[in-house]
């Protein structure tokens, strides 16, 4: 907010004109605004002298705008939208700025390496060969990152509770419904890439006028004999001091390398500056041609992408694309014996050295392509007004069709095959026509000039063929134009390379890391061991129902999902993926109450579902999904993995740029804090999180004999089953809990105790209690397993 009653007194102005000539007193006004906000002047009355359309005020005077007001019960203001602070530093692109900017593949690999960096540092701990414990740091803020580009989701929940587990229990990383939620947003993030949308360096803010001009043209008592004066040179912007220096700006959605603008923000300590230095969240634009040339901007509540050059790409080295760091070892290749990855950033400095050969430092901004301003000289035109009644109302809606994706889409095409061939210039005409078409389709709704919207039939036939990547935007390979492969097909292409990498991270490396760091029996930190086994079976029983309808109905969400386009933007889309996500938080919703209903117990409800979730239905694998314990009993997880808590603290804090340790992040800086502590469980009040003593396990409590328990012995010596089982058969052995937290049975050896848990045995009660091994099922020294068959001494 201005405050221009403070302005106006500094320059002894008590009263102002507005634009029906009527003079008001500063002191009681609350509201200054221009014709475009207002939105009043609408009624077209003929055409002005040198063509364009003449207009007059809906009202005779602001008297009369504020009876009709209170005549219509409208007598309060209301706020639609304001300027929030903007901290972000970097925000997603499109692939609608890249194919405006003059740029080719090794230059859309580098740009994209902010992105990739982020995934590449999230893997780290999944991907070196020895874990270290230090990469939680990139796990936590990247769940951080997800949760607050989600709120209020689903996904949203999910990250916050596997942030709380990790901080519980550092090995929870490796837990299979976390390794899943960030397996998921990491491939949502790659089909993005290949989509073009990724992070770079800027942020977007609502921009106005100059307004110390404006404030000056207010205030002046003769306006017909007011010259412009404000603050603002030529193509100078100003943010509060918050930005400075050589910045782009682009105004979505870009159909033109026209369309983007190179200014210069100032910072500015001079007269009246009190009165605005305090709003760096918006941006101040001078009087001149960038509005026109980013999209016919009227400074109404308009946003622009603010484009940062403070970066050399000339500086940049490429780590993320870990699936080309290996040596090529084909003696028949030009790159034998070489490290693909690094011949990747070999030839990128080698590209932007001698594309850029007189530059020390290269930025976005050298990939912008000169051009000349577009204007749209019908710009705020009007169809003849007609009668308001149900004929025309039906008319209008039948000629109102949405074109915008169809114009959208043809000008993609244009700037893709213009891209490869690297002349977008060649292509202006095309490309005017359709940014032309484009800002008369979205004014149409408002002008009623939907007959002026006519794709030209040779631009129609000649680009009816999509881009190969388009096919992320809408799922479909057919239509594509296979002839072409611009900059963002072949990026495209190598990021659904990359994503296979990823998915083999995520999948066959990590399972590799967690047998050899014996992690597989994670999920027993999820269940609280103290509780009678009896109850929890009890417990399972009656949950069986409800488990395999939240399957099913799942299942079938799932494929409703799949046939959704996941990739485009377009409102049809967008409001399918609504119901879908919303029938999502129903089922959620729905199961989770009828667990509560089952068992009021969260601690034992959790166990029980994680019993049913990460062991008897993958036993024999009937389905990959580990969702639903964390749905219906999550806070009875977390109080769960809390009596195995890991005393050693790895969290998350903001920290300045120039402290010791600090990792940076999208333009933030943090460092990790490593401390021996309790980590605080906060909970609903109204939640009762009690564990009422008929649940757990009695002290001196008589179990009972088990006979004829079949069993599995992991562990065994590699080539020595035979001989370990013939020496085992006969003989009783202590049951014991080992440091992996497994159930020992001897040395390393132990039970696989999901398959015990699924015969509905819980043989932790018999903790200290013999197991006698009465027959060898099966024992081949080419396995490191014997099944059996045993006796439990109660």
């Not at 003079?23 to 364009?52: A, P, Q, R, W, Y």
């Not at 609608?96 to 593949?105: E, H, K, P, T, V």
């Not at 989600?150 to 419904?177: G, P, Q, S």
């Not at 940014?435 to 036939?461: H, N, T, Y």
Request: proline share 2%; hydrophobic share 35%; glycine share 4%.
């Amino acid at each position: 907010m201005v405050d221009f009653h403070s302005y106006f007194k500094e320059h002894n102005i008590e009263y102002i004109t507005d634009m029906w000539g009527q003079s008001h007193e500063v002191s009681g006004i609350n509201i200054i605004t221009t014709e475009s906000t207002f939105k009043g002047k609408l009624n077209v009355t003929g055409l002005k002298e040198d063509g364009s359309e003449k207009k007059e005020w809906l009202f005779g005077s602001i008297k009369e705008y504020i009876d009709l007001l209170d005549k219509y019960g409208y007598d309060v203001i209301g706020i639609s939208n304001f300027a929030k602070p903007v901290e972000e530093e970097f925000r997603r692109a499109t692939y609608q700025l890249w194919l405006a900017l003059n740029i080719n593949r090794l230059d859309l690999v580098a740009l994209s390496n902010t992105q990739g960096d982020v995934i590449h540092k999230v893997l780290s701990i999944y991907r070196k060969d020895e874990i270290d414990w230090q990469d939680i740091k990139y796990i936590e803020t990247f769940l951080n990152l997800i949760q607050k580009e989600n709120a209020d989701t689903n996904l949203a929940k999910e990250c916050a509770d596997a942030i709380k587990a990790i901080h519980i229990n550092k090995k929870m990383v490796f837990d299979r419904k976390v390794i899943q939620t960030i397996k998921d947003v990491i491939n949502k993030k790659l089909n993005d890439m290949c989509m073009g949308r990724f992070y770079v360096k800027g942020k977007y803010l609502y921009v106005t006028q100059d307004i110390l001009a404006f404030l000056k043209y207010a205030g002046t008592e003769n306006r017909a004999k007011w010259e412009y004066s404000g603050f603002l040179g030529k193509k100078q912007f100003y943010c509060g001091g918050k930005i400075t220096g050589r910045n782009l700006l682009a105004r979505n959605p870009i159909m033109s390398y026209s369309e983007i603008a190179k200014v210069n923000f100032v910072d500015y300590e001079g007269e009246d500056s009190e009165f605005i230095k305090h709003m760096d969240n918006i941006i101040q634009m001078p009087l001149g041609t960038e509005s026109n040339r980013l999209g016919g901007n009227d400074k109404d509540g308009d946003e622009l992408f603010v484009l940062s050059t403070d970066y050399n790409l000339k500086e940049i080295k490429i780590e993320y694309l870990q699936n080309y760091n290996f040596v090529v070892k084909n003696e028949t290749s030009e790159n034998f014996n070489k490290n693909l990855l690094d011949l990747i950033n070999q030839k990128l400095q080698e590209h932007l050295n001698k594309q850029f050969s007189n530059k020390d430092v290269v930025t976005i901004e050298d990939f912008v392509v000169p051009s000349l301003v577009q204007v749209n000289d019908e710009d705020k035109a009007t169809a003849p007004s007609k009668e308001w009644n149900k004929e025309n109302v039906i008319q209008f809606i039948i000629e109102s069709e949405d074109k915008t994706g169809v114009i959208t889409d043809i000008n993609t095409a244009v700037e893709n095959i213009a891209n490869e061939e690297r002349n977008l210039p060649k292509y202006a005409l095309p490309i005017a026509i359709m940014k032309d078409l484009q800002g008369k389709m979205i004014d149409a709704s408002k002008s009623g000039l939907f007959d002026q919207v006519v794709v030209p039939e040779v631009i129609k036939l000649k680009f009816r063929e999509k881009p190969q990547f388009m096919y992320f935007k809408d799922g479909n390979k057919f239509n594509k134009d296979y002839s072409t492969e611009s900059a963002m097909d072949f990026f495209s292409e190598r990021m659904q390379k990359f994503k296979e990498y990823v998915n083999k991270v995520m999948r066959e490396d990590t399972n590799r890391k967690i047998r050899t760091q014996k992690f597989e029996n994670i999920y027993n930190y999820l269940m609280n061991p103290e509780l009678d086994g009896n109850k929890v079976q009890k417990v399972i029983e009656e949950l069986g129902s409800i488990y395999s309808k939240f399957i099913n109905e799942n299942k079938t969400l799932a494929i409703l999902k799949s046939k959704i386009n996941a990739y485009s933007s377009d409102d049809k889309y967008k409001r399918e993926r609504e119901i879908v996500d919303q029938k999502y938080k129903a089922l959620y919703e729905k199961t989770k109450k009828a667990a509560e209903d089952v068992c009021n117990c969260p601690s034992l409800l959790a166990t029980a579902a994680v019993r049913m979730t990460y062991i008897n239905s993958k036993y024999n694998n009937q389905n990959d999904n580990y969702s639903f314990c964390w749905i219906v009993a999550s806070e009875g997880i977390l109080q769960n993995i809390k009596m195995h808590e890991d005393k050693e603290k790895i969290y998350v804090v903001k920290a300045d740029k120039g402290e010791d340790d600090v990792f940076e992040w999208l333009g933030e800086y943090y460092k990790t804090e490593v401390f021996d502590g309790e980590y605080p469980l906060d909970f609903n009040e109204e939640k009762d999180m009690s564990i009422p003593d008929k649940y757990l396990i009695k002290e001196n409590e008589e179990l009972q004999d088990i006979c004829d328990l079949k069993i599995t012995i992991m562990g065994v010596e590699k080539g020595k089953a035979e001989e370990v089982a013939q020496k085992m058969l006969g003989n009783p052995y202590k049951l014991f809990v080992t440091e992996n937290n497994w159930l020992g049975i001897d040395g390393n050896m132990s039970i696989k105790e999901r398959e015990t848990l699924t015969s509905g045995i819980d043989l932790r009660k018999y903790i200290d209690h013999h197991i006698t091994i009465k027959e060898i099922v099966t024992a081949k020294n080419s396995q490191t397993i014997i099944k059996a068959i045993a006796d439990v001494k109660g």
